[in-house]
């Protein structure tokens, strides 16, 4: 008798990892690229994209996610781009977080054959967020210096699974006493290989740098069969 | 035959608030007081705190939550107060908040014989550390005004739980774009009986408020029987 052995791995139980993987099929097939962006409460990531969206060579849209309301995907859209708002406060006090399932649910309202490039804004959070694969190619991170220098080693996790920091208010930088080589230098310990750029999205500094990063993931080639190598 | 008739109510169901009511008379019983302090990751609890704990009349503990390590522990035990850390690293990306079983494991650690208030530094977190009682008597939460003024109307469990919300960072008001009465509006919005005091943990303006709020909490009666009327 033959028999066939199915090894199932804890990977494979992880529902989550599988919805992922399924988002990330469909975003392929649609060729469209996904980045994950998430930061803390207050950040300035909806800002931050306020300036770098504008003149972005790929077509996007944004995936908005956040507690209640819809006070960033209202920002954006005056920007004359696609946003889909998606709420997670079903729960008690609202899911900390967006899960590939969420994202999934919201895939039918996202115009995936308009777009190239879904720039998903996660919920304002620097612990869970990090923990659920949406079906990204990309995640990134917006930490402000007004958060202080130890918050990579607070949270590694979320230092430590973007493949970008965006060092964001810089503008600030003189009013403040934060050490920017000891927050790098942080940076540096939970993520040794990450990028980072210095930004102010009040003033524009350094915001081509993000765009232009932007613009280069919605370059990059779809990659649904590698995505369970831990993408 | 005589039946009695037991109503497994929702609040009953809940093991969070049962065991928050337990440790809520654990702290009754050695006649301390809890204050469960929130924020966003880097609104400046502990740099608050290094501020207002000094010179205060109860004698003051600290239980430091944190995903892990101790950098903000280390800071406060300079003051000479005994400190307890508190990690929620187990899980995987660790948990993004204190829950009543996290605080009850953590009694056997804290001295609450010679200790006549225990604050709790939660997690830096806007959403869940509002979903669960850890048996305090108040609730305060501080948020920066780097954070924009949106933040009541995008995590309003947080700013309704709260008896206190604390505008810490006032120092920067001159640079920044915030606008504080729009935010006070906001606040007033979803809390309108909240008290609030605006301060800058860095330049010492309103810590004493603070202070004296603290004081306060800490000679208040111990409510214990009133803690399943929803505390």
Same mark, same amino acid.
């Given at each position: 008798?033959?028999?066939?052995?199915?090894?199932?791995?804890?990977?494979?139980?992880?529902?989550?990892?599988?919805?992922?993987?399924?988002?990330?099929?469909?975003?392929?097939?649609?060729?469209?690229?996904?980045?994950?962006?998430?930061?803390?409460?207050?950040?300035?990531?909806?800002?931050?994209?306020?300036?770098?969206?504008?003149?972005?060579?790929?077509?996007?849209?944004?995936?908005?996610?956040?507690?209640?309301?819809?006070?960033?995907?209202?920002?954006?859209?005056?920007?004359?781009?696609?946003?889909?708002?998606?709420?997670?406060?079903?729960?008690?006090?609202?899911? +900390?977080? !967006?899960?590939?399932?969420?994202?999934?649910?919201? =895939?039918?309202? #996202?115009?995936? /054959?308009?777009?190239?490039? %879904?720039?998903?804004?996660?919920?304002?959070?620097?612990?869970?967020?990090?923990?659920?694969?949406?079906?990204?190619?990309?995640?990134?991170?917006?930490?402000?210096?007004?958060?202080?220098?130890?918050?990579?080693?607070?949270?590694?996790?979320?230092?430590?699974? +973007?493949? !970008?920091?965006?060092?964001?208010?810089?503008?600030? =930088?003189?009013? #403040?006493?934060? /050490?920017?080589?000891?927050? %790098?230098?942080?940076?540096?310990?939970?993520?040794?290989?990450?990028?980072?750029?210095?930004?102010?999205?009040?003033?524009?500094?350094?915001?081509?740098?993000?765009?232009?990063?932007?613009?280069?993931?919605?370059?990059?080639?779809?990659?649904?069969?590698?995505?369970?190598?831990?993408?």
């Amino acid at each position: 008798m033959h028999r066939t052995k199915v090894r199932v791995t804890e990977d494979a139980l992880d529902a989550n990892t599988t919805i992922a993987q399924a988002n990330r099929t469909d975003f392929d097939r649609n060729d469209v690229r996904v980045v994950n962006l998430m930061s803390a409460p207050g950040a300035g990531k909806t800002t931050l994209l306020e300036a770098a969206l504008p003149g972005l060579g790929p077509k996007v849209g944004v995936l908005e996610g956040d507690v209640q309301g819809s006070f960033d995907a209202d920002r954006l859209a005056s920007l004359h781009i696609p946003v889909t708002q998606l709420n997670t406060d079903n729960g008690f006090g609202g899911d +900390c977080h !967006l899960d590939a399932n969420m994202v999934r649910t919201a =895939l039918p309202a #996202l115009p995936l /054959d308009e777009i190239d490039l %879904l720039v998903v804004e996660n919920v304002g959070n620097l612990v869970c967020p990090a923990e659920f694969r949406i079906g990204e190619d990309a995640k990134a991170m917006v930490c402000s210096v007004t958060e202080g220098e130890d918050k990579p080693l607070k949270y590694p996790l979320m230092f430590r699974t +973007c493949e !970008l920091v965006v060092v964001n208010k810089i503008d600030l =930088l003189e009013h #403040l006493d934060f /050490d920017l080589d000891k927050f %790098l230098h942080n940076v540096d310990t939970v993520n040794p290989d990450v990028e980072h750029m210095l930004v102010s999205a009040k003033t524009g500094e350094g915001v081509e740098a993000f765009r232009s990063w932007l613009a280069a993931v919605g370059e990059r080639e779809g990659s649904a069969t590698t995505a369970s190598a831990g993408a």
